[in-house]
């Protein structure tokens, strides 16, 4: 059972594979470029995980600033996975191991939170290191290959690269909106209130971590008022 959960798992983080080794490949070469040595992007990659946080990274290296811009950087930048990992754990058996649930929220990112939120059953561990086990590879790798040899390909294809995440974004958001109308509305209606905030005075000037962070519990919020999920004491 815990194999087959855990294939699964692998089938369905296979895409999130795909677009990050486009991702990260970029990164590769921007860490490069911005005068690390290949090991040390790769060893940021395999232990920071999050792409926003790792090109933000870059600029204050780029910049010679100091430990605590940095940390405070990063810690506004992926406050977000907090709430996401606080999220999943709704979806956990009330009896999973606490190892489990910090291993597996290391491994959140957009996507995998993405996929994981859409499993529609109670998550196990074995499924969420499938999805794991299938994104972080593609990361690491991408970065890898990139600082590697990022120099030799021309700015045409890294341009196509940069565009990926968003383009598997899509690949995630699409069929749970086309099954189910409320899901639609509501990606239409975040997307919308992300546009305004990137324009609107003094709004404009909120990080993209907080932005994702207030919509989500905003959102969130009314949805579970608006529609709750009644769950059956089978999987309580």
Not at 96 to 119: K, Q, W
Not at 206 to 235: C, D, M, N, Y
Request: charged share 10%; aromatic share 12%; net charge positive.
């Amino acid at each position: 059972m815990k194999n087959s959960l855990y294939l699964k798992g692998l089938k369905d983080g296979f895409p999130i594979f795909l677009g990050y080794f486009a991702v990260s490949f970029t990164f590769g070469i921007s860490a490069v470029s911005s005068g690390l040595l290949p090991f040390q992007a790769v060893l940021i990659s395999a232990t920071n995980f999050t792409s926003a946080g790792q090109f933000a990274a870059l600029s204050i290296i780029s910049g010679s600033l100091s430990y605590f811009e940095m940390a405070l950087t990063q810690f506004i930048i992926n406050l977000r996975y907090c709430l996401m990992s606080s999220s999943l754990t709704q979806k956990f058996k009330k009896n999973m191991p606490v190892i489990h649930r910090f291993l597996i929220a290391f491994g959140n990112t957009d996507e995998v939170f993405a996929v994981c939120s859409l499993y529609p059953d109670k998550l196990s561990p074995s499924y969420c290191y499938g999805v794991i086990s299938a994104a972080l590879p593609g990361w690491v790798g991408g970065t890898l290959l990139g600082s590697l040899s990022g120099s030799l390909l021309p700015e045409s294809v890294l341009s196509a690269f940069g565009i990926a995440l968003y383009g598997m974004f899509i690949a995630i958001i699409l069929p749970p909106a086309r099954k189910n109308k409320f899901i639609a509305v509501l990606i239409l209606i975040s997307m919308i209130l992300s546009m305004l905030i990137s324009y609107l005075p003094y709004l404009k000037n909120i990080s993209s971590g907080f932005r994702i962070i207030i919509l989500t519990v905003l959102l969130a919020g009314i949805a579970a008022f608006i529609k709750p999920i009644e769950e059956s004491e089978e999987t309580k």
